[in-house]
């Protein structure tokens, strides 16, 4: 099925939804994005996710095209077109076409480019992975300083990830100073003595939407919760591990680094959080 891509506006069969080679998005990596997901035709967090754009466009001085309505009636329109019941809805905003290319930002009324498509992923809350867990590396955290702004500058988390595959693992953990900032496309979470652990909000990692949620559902639930670093070491010697995001949700994590965490099973904290996570999502999906 050809699917139906936003483009600036119009409403396109995807093979004919084009942008210019000479846009900031191709030639600088000079915009920012957003992943929503869709359960049962509805979008999951999604004021969270329009919070998060209008932080990351004005982290980088760059206007916002359109209103939240606006937002709002094109990913409706998308899923509807497309038939998606469960997947996600991709969004891109970039400093648009100067008609050139320079290092200097294009000229105040520069039009922004506007993208927006589906991906299909029927059973996405029902991925098999929830069941066994994913396998995780580390790797040294080589990404820019302003992690909290969600650029479309993604080639060493798409590296990191490469590398994860080619040890036979479904993810990298990035470190930093010894100490783990995040996963290649999530927020990263241990679990000692019943607390949950991870990483304190700051430029260095990207303020999760589904972390804000977890968070907020586990304290709700009595769950003792700790933002704070944590070391590999203190990782790998944790109870259960687990990540967060729009795309995986709460994904368990059953190794680091070929290290089995606890008895190397999804551990109870990390099935119940994504069970509550998922049931309270689809309630207020909208
Ligand atoms: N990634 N950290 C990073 C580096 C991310 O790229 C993401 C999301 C997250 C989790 O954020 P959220 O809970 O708001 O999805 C954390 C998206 C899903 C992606 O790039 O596809």
């Given at each position: 099925?050809?699917?139906?891509?936003?483009?600036?506006?119009?409403?396109?069969?995807?093979?004919?939804?084009?942008?210019?080679?000479?846009?900031?998005?191709?030639?600088?990596?000079?915009?920012?994005?957003?992943?929503?997901?869709?359960?049962?035709?509805?979008?999951?967090?999604?004021?969270?996710?329009?919070?998060?754009?209008?932080?990351?466009?004005?982290?980088?001085?760059?206007?916002?095209?359109?209103?939240?309505?606006?937002?709002?009636?094109?990913?409706?329109?998308?899923?509807?077109?497309?038939?998606?019941?469960?997947?996600?809805?991709?969004?891109?905003?970039?400093?648009?076409?100067?008609?050139?290319?320079?290092?200097?930002?294009?000229?105040?009324?520069?039009?922004?480019?506007?993208?927006?498509?589906?991906?299909?992923?029927?059973?996405?809350?029902?991925?098999?992975?929830?069941?066994?867990?994913?396998?995780?590396?580390?790797?040294?955290?080589?990404?820019?300083?302003?992690?909290?702004?969600?650029?479309?500058?993604?080639?060493?988390?798409?590296?990191?990830?490469?590398?994860?595959?080619?040890?036979?693992?479904?993810?990298?953990?990035?470190?930093?100073?010894?100490?783990?900032?995040?996963?290649?496309?999530?927020?990263?979470?241990?679990?000692?003595?019943?607390?949950?652990?991870?990483?304190?909000?700051?430029?260095?990692?990207?303020?999760?939407?589904?972390?804000?949620?977890?968070?907020?559902?586990?304290?709700?639930?009595?769950?003792?919760?700790?933002?704070?670093?944590?070391?590999?070491?203190?990782?790998?010697?944790?109870?259960?591990?687990?990540v967060t995001s729009a795309s995986s949700?709460?994904?368990?994590?059953?190794?680091?680094?070929?290290?089995?965490?606890?008895?190397?099973?999804?551990?109870?904290?990390?099935?119940?959080?994504?069970?509550?996570?998922?049931?309270?999502?689809?309630?207020?999906?909208?």
């Amino acid at each position: 099925m050809t699917r139906t891509v936003y483009v600036n506006a119009e409403y396109l069969p995807e093979d004919q939804a084009k942008v210019s080679v000479f846009d900031r998005g191709f030639v600088m990596a000079d915009g920012v994005y957003e992943v929503t997901s869709v359960l049962d035709g509805k979008l999951i967090d999604f004021a969270g996710h329009l919070a998060r754009l209008k932080r990351s466009l004005d982290g980088l001085q760059m206007k916002n095209p359109l209103s939240d309505d606006e937002y709002l009636a094109a990913h409706r329109r998308l899923v509807a077109e497309n038939g998606v019941t469960d997947g996600m809805v991709y969004l891109q905003v970039t400093r648009g076409n100067p008609g050139d290319r320079d290092f200097a930002f294009p000229p105040e009324d520069t039009q922004p480019t506007v993208v927006m498509f589906t991906q299909s992923k029927p059973g996405l809350a029902d991925s098999p992975a929830a069941q066994t867990g994913w396998k995780v590396i580390t790797t040294e955290d080589l990404r820019w300083a302003r992690r909290d702004i969600k650029t479309v500058q993604l080639l060493f988390p798409s590296l990191a990830k490469m590398e994860a595959k080619a040890k036979g693992a479904d993810d990298a953990w990035l470190v930093e100073d010894g100490r783990v900032t995040e996963g290649t496309s999530n927020n990263a979470y241990i679990v000692k003595g019943g607390v949950i652990v991870t990483r304190e909000l700051s430029n260095d990692i990207l303020h999760g939407i589904t972390r804000a949620a977890v968070l907020r559902f586990a304290r709700e639930a009595q769950m003792q919760v700790e933002e704070r670093s944590f070391t590999v070491a203190e990782a790998q010697a944790a109870d259960e591990a687990f990540v967060t995001s729009a795309s995986s949700f709460v994904m368990p994590v059953v190794a680091i680094d070929g290290q089995p965490i606890g008895d190397g099973k999804v551990g109870g904290v990390a099935r119940r959080l994504r069970e509550i996570y998922l049931e309270e999502s689809r309630k207020a999906a909208i």
